[in-house]
């Protein structure tokens, strides 16, 4: 088939790529001027399986509520008059709900561990040609706490992943800092942890950019500053894609990798996906030869904060921010990541000023992607990865290029079909 597929950030180039490796012809269409400028270029860098609990769930409410108004919350909700925020929080409070959290919690935990299995072997059947070099590492993550009542949420959440087959396992503050030495500083602070062994890390950016080019050799066309402007359809079926520009691209399948962006252009077509943007921060450290900074990713539950050794980079990122489509930076809410940061590494010792960055992360309210077919049989659907887009891009690709060609994936997840 030639299939056109929307966007290209790490969605929509795994997409481009596994499509192309069934044979397929492929056309990728971005608004920016190159791959993952927008939702991937400076993400948190993990690839992190043991991060699968979804945000929806039994302490989410009263979390949400005593946070309200705070600038520097982890999770900041700015009330608004706007229809789809009010449908996605009501679908968002049916799904804390303690049998739904523990069920999406399964698919998630499916799809990330099939996803890093993916990005494993593409790994190696890249050695030959190139590779793909981003700063991996394959240390782990640590979930570290300072807070005892947070310690003892997470150490229930290591036991509910460890159910659906993700290894958390509970580490002491002692074996935190043999862990991760850089830990040392925080002294008696550091109540404990739960380490996961298979999860790693990388510059999901670079790995894009990298995968792009893979693709291109693979026969892969890119057209970059190409806004979509409408979806047409005919008879039942998408006939076409027009952009800003006047252009039509035509193609015998169409993907929607769109992110938050999808469901705008979705809803003329009588289609409502309940994705909703959620900004998230991220802070970028260049180190100094003297810096004490990780090497082993981090991740700080009480703050909702990432840590991510690139290089001679440190990626610290999260908090989320439900404002809509506003692209502002929040001063304060990038000064808590520098805070943070400092109190937990009072000896980073950086060369210069951290570089800000926010972007807008596809939210579904029970944080499940949608992946599979639309009402109309040739429009397919990639999106609403949440905080794992990266740790699920391979995975979402490769199910969605068997589905595409009437193969079933090898997981257990709830795909979407045409009926």
């Not at 590779?131 to 706490?145: F, K, W």
């Not at 027009?242 to 809803?267: E, K």
């Not at 992360?361 to 040739?378: C, D, M, W």
């Amino acid at each position: 088939m030639k299939i056109i597929v929307l966007g290209a950030g790490v969605v929509g180039v795994t997409s481009a790529w596994y499509l192309s490796q069934q044979g397929h012809e492929v056309i990728v269409l971005e608004r920016q001027p190159e791959p993952a400028l927008e939702t991937s270029f400076a993400n948190g860098g993990q690839i992190s399986v043991s991060h699968a609990e979804p945000w929806a769930n039994p302490h989410a409410p009263l979390k949400a509520l005593r946070w309200l108004g705070k600038e520097d919350a982890p999770l900041l909700f700015r009330l608004r008059a706007d229809p789809s925020l009010l449908g996605w929080t009501l679908r968002f409070l049916r799904e804390c709900r303690t049998a739904r959290y523990k069920r999406n919690m399964r698919h998630i935990v499916e799809l990330a561990l099939y996803s890093r299995s993916c990005l494993k072997t593409l790994g190696d059947e890249l050695a030959d040609r190139g590779g793909l070099q981003y700063d991996r590492l394959e240390r782990g993550i640590l979930h570290v706490y300072t807070d005892k009542a947070e310690y003892s949420k997470g150490i229930q959440a290591a036991r509910l992943l460890a159910e659906f087959g993700c290894e958390r396992r509970p580490v002491s503050a002692a074996e935190c800092v043999t862990l991760e030495p850089a830990l040392a500083s925080l002294g008696n602070r550091l109540v404990g942890g739960d380490f996961a062994v298979d999860d790693e890390s990388g510059d999901a950016r670079q790995f894009t950019l990298q995968l792009a080019r893979h693709c291109r050799r693979a026969g892969v066309q890119f057209m970059f500053n190409q806004s979509i402007d409408r979806i047409e359809t005919q008879q039942g079926k998408v006939s076409g894609v027009v952009t800003a520009d006047g252009q039509r691209f035509t193609g015998d399948a169409y993907v929607m990798a769109l992110g938050s962006y999808g469901p705008a252009l979705l809803r003329p077509l009588g289609l409502s996906l309940p994705i909703y943007p959620v900004k998230g921060y991220s802070a970028t450290f260049t180190l100094s030869e003297s810096s004490v900074a990780p090497t082993v990713s981090l991740i700080d539950d009480e703050y909702k904060i990432v840590f991510s050794r690139l290089g001679n980079r440190l990626r610290v990122a999260g908090t989320a921010e439900i404002a809509g489509f506003n692209h502002d930076q929040n001063a304060i809410r990038s000064n808590l990541l520098v805070r943070r940061t400092r109190e937990l590494f009072p000896a980073l010792n950086e060369q210069a000023e951290p570089e800000f960055w926010s972007g807008l992360r596809p939210v579904t309210p029970s944080a499940i992607p949608f992946i599979g077919q639309l009402r109309y049989p040739n429009l397919w659907v990639n999106s609403g990865h949440g905080t794992l887009g990266w740790t699920m891009a391979c995975g979402s690709a490769s199910a969605l290029s068997l589905l595409m060609d009437g193969r079933k994936p090898p997981i257990d997840f709830p795909f979407l079909s045409a009926r």
